[in-house]
């Protein structure tokens, strides 16, 4: 009996230190970013705690209106208000742009944290399959829809959530839509590595203009994934994993730590162009630091959206000439520090 006894304690011991691990590290720095907005469609309560007026952004605005009601009661910051955005339209995108400029005075954070995961092969109104629809395509017409109010009030910050599940594949033109081939793990990751490779792309855009923009592995924890639909044996296998998923993966509220530090830790004002995992920078699939892979997604991208880089009143600032890919925490110089990275 002390043997059953023992095995428990070193069992429930080992399973302790493992979620704290999984759980990975807590953004728990007081920094304070009152007067400033933010749109997310995650992450909320963590900047609403920390006094940002937070919009946010979802596809069910009954839904987004209880979840802000809960968030104004969590946090006693009442500046949240729930906006209707479907990534998956590219009319409720721009509707969603059209409004938000017109109503809200500024905007210094953006998340691009919405994903759609390993869902059936479908296709959205514009035409285009979902997981790189949403994923993608999405974020980036909102992100160049919302752009020029960004540097309005610099330093701002762009964050896009991607995940590690991007190094698992290699970038394919030719199979950019689904058309050749599809499998629901592929696309997640090949939407990823497409974050991934926007996100260095854009940061180079931004440089010297007070705008940074990175990207966070957000861990791996447990997701709703009733929307998921297939066979019957698909649905007994989703059921089976969701309750395993729930006993040993990252909560959400630990999988919302690294987007919290991307987007408001004050070491990180002058960082852009990277990746982030646990608080430090990360390696990437080497697709994502392709300038000829990160030019060509870029402009398919603008043909698919429509829209473009804005140019017409777009000028560099002096003083965000620090401002720079690979600039690291600690003031160590840039090349010093790339050769830490290998």
């Known amino acids: 009996m002390e043997a059953v006894y023992a095995a428990i304690i070193v069992f429930s011991l080992t399973y302790l230190y493992y979620r704290n691990w999984m759980a990975g590290k807590n953004f728990s720095k007081a920094h304070r970013a009152d007067g400033k907005t933010a749109i997310v469609t995650e992450t909320a309560i963590g900047l609403a705690e920390r006094g940002v007026r937070v919009i ?52 210094d954070i953006l998340v691009n944290n919405e994903t759609v995961t390993c869902a059936k092969k ?3 109104e514009d035409g285009l399959e979902m997981h790189m629809a949403v994923n993608h395509f999405g974020h980036f017409l909102l992100t160049m829809l919302l752009i020029k109010r960004m540097r309005q009030f610099t330093p701002s910050r762009i964050v896009t959530v991607s995940h590690h599940a991007h190094r698992f594949v290699r970038f394919n033109k030719d199979n950019l839509n689904s058309e050749r081939t599809y ?76 987007t919290l530090y991307a987007a408001l830790d004050f070491n990180l004002q002058n960082i852009s162009g990277v990746y982030i995992d646990n608080f430090e920078i990360a390696h990437v699939n080497p697709d994502a630091d392709d300038p000829e892979l990160r030019s060509w997604l870029w402009d398919y991208s603008e043909k698919i959206t429509g829209i473009g880089f804005p140019t017409d009143d777009w000028y560099l600032d002096d003083s965000y000439k620090n401002i720079s890919k690979y600039t690291n925490f600690f003031g160590i110089p840039t090349e010093i520090y790339e050769q830490s990275l290998k």
């Open 56 to 107: 946010v952004a979802c596809s069910d605005l009954r839904r987004g209106e209880i979840v802000s009601a809960m968030i104004k009661s969590k946090t006693g910051n009442p500046n949240i208000r729930a906006m209707h955005l479907n990534l998956a339209s590219f009319k409720s995108i721009r509707a969603f742009a059209e409004t938000f400029l017109k109503e809200e005075t500024r905007l």
């Open 122 to 124: 479908s296709f959205t």
């Open 183 to 258: 499998n629901r793990f592929h696309a997640f990751c090949h939407s990823k590595l497409a974050n991934l490779i926007f996100t260095n792309e854009l940061s180079n855009r931004l440089s010297c203009s007070g705008v940074t923009a990175t990207s966070v592995h957000p861990g791996i924890f447990h997701v709703d994934t009733s929307h998921i639909t297939g066979s019957l044996l698909f649905e007994i296998f989703r059921g089976i994993t969701d309750i395993f998923a729930k006993i040993i993966l990252r909560t959400a509220k630990s999988g919302a730590q690294n």
